[in-house]
Structures are given as structure tokens and as C-alpha cells.
């Protein structure tokens, strides 16, 4: 009931302010009485104030909708990177973000120091196609700066749609300039999950973000990549997965985990804590996981690798995660539009922050470009009239391939991992079985 009383409060104060904003009407009683609920009447009054001057004086005449949405904008702004004001059109794109299909140059941004800065680019879009990285800075959108622009106006210059053309001026760790980089918008269908064998017995499981059906796509692969052989391991490849929806990230920490706490949130009030915890049932039975992650790696898929982390379930592998640990509550106002509110923060099993801190890694892996030498000895197939093993034209199709390494080296990495953890146990398993047999 006090809740109420204090809204209505508010609401009358900024009625009346609006109304008879150059009389600066005071009512002592009604002023007195908004102190003590601390409603901030003084600043109202300056806005309403403000918005009369801007109205009466400025150069040229304004509408008076879109002066309130950019306040209201500006106000988000200063919050956080990722609270924001949504238009109806804003915010039925990020309903169709979530489902996997939108149209635009796919691509992941946060807001830093005022410009637009990539997370990650999305799996087979035109910004992946383009080349542009995790950390590259965005300072122009065809003809518009990006600095002081808004996060939720930034993406809306971005798409539009299929076939036409943007150019983005862009700058990347270590270049002393911009360039500018002119892509054509696609239709964005975001396949959220692949998967492969990397070798007989080892899979790889790729999440290149977290979508309503990713949980369900994602033990559906698992469960083939099982009937394709006998499963020794598996690579989770996290790298540059922007994040996504939280329960496509819940349902796939799960996936590998038995039991105990996959992350909670934490809002303001302390009494607003939620536990997202596992399921009894690890698809791999407890075979050896590998998660890589990489700066691109965010949000939800932080949550993913600080879950299996924490609970001892996997190696990460990688560098270290991009550090976003908030929680974002869509919130529907009227005339169809939408507030992007920060409301809680995410913590790891182990009560640790994500937040501008990020994941690190138990095995720091970085990126390299490797060239393989070959060595210069003879072996026993250079020499003449030597026996021919039947496995030779099998081989030599296989050697056609470029080598992992040379082609993704912090995933021939993970494998190396992998193959060890996997080698370790099966000896440890061995060494137990013999110890069983002599006693």
C-alpha cells in the first residue's frame, strides 16, 4: 500500500510540474510530504523547467515526444552499458534476436568510454566474413560518429534490410587508424549449435550463442555425436559466444552437471537472490569436458564455464572471458515499447562475480598463427622397396587436410588437453584395476 501511495505521489508531482511547468506551482503540504518518500521534487522541477526553455527558445522548433526519449535515454545511459530505452521497433528485434533470426550484419557491441565496442561477431554473418574481432572499436556508422550515441540507436543503424550496404569505420587493437570496412546486411539465422568428431573418440560441441532452443539443440548433438562412436571426451567451444538468454545457458551447464548450483543472481534487495541449480543426469557420464573460451566470450556463456569450473567438471581453456556479470529484465511500457533494465548481478557456484572480471581460464591458451616444420630424417617409408602398411592410402587422404594446429590453434590446444586428461584417467583407472587383481 505505501508502495502505491508513493507512485501516485510521483506521479501527480510530474503531472503538475508538466502542467504548470514557468508558474513553478508549490504546494508546501504536498513538497513536505514527497521529501519524506524522497521524491527528488527540486530536480523535477528543473527538468520540467529545461524542457520549457528548450521549447520556447531553441533555434529551431522540436518535438517535444522525441526531447522526453532522449531524456530518457541519456538517463539509462548514464546507468550502465546496458540498460537502454526500446522502441517498438527495438524492442521487437531483440525478440527476434532471441529466436535466432533478424536481419542485420551480426554482430555482438557493448558501449565503452562512449563507442561502440565488438563483443564478438556471430558465426557465418557478414561481420565474421569481414574479419572484425572481439575488441575492435566502431567509431562511425556510414556518416554517423558513434560517440555519445546510444547503445539501442547504434544497433538500429546497423540493421536493416537484406542486400543493403553500411560502412563502419573501425579501429582494432594495435592500429594507430581506422578503416573503414562497408558490409551488406543479411538476414541473421543463427545456428546456435554445431557439432563434429575432431578425431575418433573426441567430439567438439560448438555454441556460438545462447538462443530459447539452444538447451534442447544442444543434447540433441551430444546425443549424436555419442551414436557416431565411442566417446572418450568433448571440446565446448565458447569462444566469442556473445551470451544470450539465460535459461538456454542454464539448460546447457546442466546438460554435464548431476547435481549442485549452476549460478545465481543477485539483485538489490538481499532478499532477491535466485538459484538456477542442476539436474541429476550428466549426458557425458562424467567423461572428460574441455570448455574454450576466449575476450569474446560473455554473459551466458561466462556462466557456463564458471558453473563447470566451479564444480570441478571441466578444464577451461582459453583467455580470459569478457567480464559481463549483470542481468538485463525486459521490462513492457506503455505505447509498446520497452525498458532494458539492469536488475541483478550473476555469481558463479563458488560466489564469485563475473562482472569486469570474467572468467579465468585453468589453462591460459592464446592465439597464435603456427607454421609447421617438417623434419629433414629419414624413416622407414623413404626407403626403397620398403613394406607397404595398409593404413598408407588412408593416411595420405588424411594428410591432405591442413593440420588442426595450423588452422585453429588454441582448439588443437584444447585437444592436446583433452587426449592428456583422458590418458591420465584411463592409466589411473588401469593402475586401480591391477592394484584390485593382486590383492
Request: glycine fraction near 10%; charge should be negative.
Amino acid at each position: 500500500m505505501l508502495k502505491t501511495s508513493r507512485l501516485l505521489l510521483r506521479f501527480a508531482l510530474v503531472t503538475l510540474v508538466f502542467i504548470a511547468p514557468t508558474s513553478q506551482a508549490k504546494d508546501p503540504q504536498t513538497d513536505q510530504q514527497a521529501e519524506q518518500d524522497g521524491v527528488p521534487v527540486t530536480e523535477l522541477r528543473a527538468f520540467a523547467e529545461v524542457l520549457e526553455r528548450v521549447r520556447g527558445a531553441y533555434v529551431q522548433d522540436v518535438d517535444e515526444k522525441a526531447l522526453i526519449q532522449a531524456a530518457i535515454r541519456g538517463m539509462l545511459m548514464e546507468l550502465d552499458p546496458h540498460s537502454a530505452y526500446l522502441t517498438p521497433d527495438q524492442f521487437e528485434d531483440l525478440q527476434s534476436s532471441t529466436t535466432g533470426e533478424f536481419g542485420g550484419l551480426g554482430l555482438e557491441v557493448t558501449m565503452e568510454d562512449g563507442f561502440v565496442k565488438v563483443v564478438a561477431p556471430i558465426d557465418g554473418s557478414p561481420a565474421s566474413a569481414a574479419g572484425l574481432q572481439a575488441g575492435d572499436l566502431i567509431l562511425k556508422i556510414d556518416d554517423t560518429f558513434t560517440k555519445g550515441l546510444g547503445l539501442a540507436d547504434a544497433v538500429e543503424l546497423m540493421r536493416g534490410a537484406a542486400g543493403t550496404e553500411v560502412t563502419l569505420s573501425v579501429l582494432s587493437q594495435g592500429d594507430e587508424k581506422p578503416r573503414a570496412v562497408t558490409l551488406k546486411r543479411d538476414r541473421i539465422q543463427v545456428e546456435s549449435v554445431k557439432s563434429e568428431m575432431l578425431e575418433p573418440g573426441y567430439g567438439y560441441l560448438r555454441i556460438s550463442q545462447f538462443q530459447s532452443r539452444t538447451g534442447q539443440d544442444a543434447r540433441r548433438a551430444l546425443e549424436n555425436l555419442a551414436t557416431d562412436g565411442q566417446l572418450r571426451g568433448l571440446i565446448l567451444d565458447l569462444r566469442n559466444n556473445p551470451g544470450g538468454v539465460l535459461g538456454g545457458a542454464v539448460e546447457v551447464a546442466d546438460l554435464f552437471l548431476n547435481r549442485g548450483l549452476i549460478v545465481y543472481t543477485q539483485g538489490r534487495d538481499p532478499e532477491s537472490r535466485t538459484d538456477y541449480s542442476a539436474t541429476p543426469g550428466d549426458l557425458l557420464g562424467g567423461l572428460p569436458l574441455v570448455v574454450l573460451v576466449n575476450g569474446g566470450s560473455a554473459s551466458a556463456s561466462e556462466i557456463v564455464a564458471g558453473a563447470l569450473q566451479d564444480q570441478g567438471r571441466a578444464v577451461v581453456v582459453g583467455t580470459r572471458t569478457f567480464g559481463k556479470g549483470s542481468v538485463q529484465t525486459v521490462l513492457p511500457i506503455s505505447g509498446d515499447a520497452a525498458l532494458k533494465l539492469t536488475t541483478a548481478r550473476y555469481y558463479t557456484p563458488n560466489g564469485r562475480s563475473i562482472q569486469a572480471d570474467g572468467i579465468h581460464p585453468d589453462i591460459p591458451v592464446q592465439v597464435a598463427s603456427v607454421e609447421l616444420l617438417q623434419e629433414n630424417r629419414p624413416r622407414e617409408s623413404d626407403l626403397p622397396h620398403h613394406l607397404i602398411n595398409q593404413r598408407d592410402e588412408d593416411d595420405q587422404a588424411a594428410s591432405q587436410e591442413a593440420p588442426l594446429a595450423s588452422r585453429d590453434y588454441p582448439l588443437s590446444q584444447a585437444l592436446s588437453i583433452l587426449k592428456g586428461i583422458n590418458l591420465a584417467e584411463r592409466r589411473a583407472q588401469s593402475g586401480s584395476d591391477a592394484s584390485a587383481e593382486q590383492r
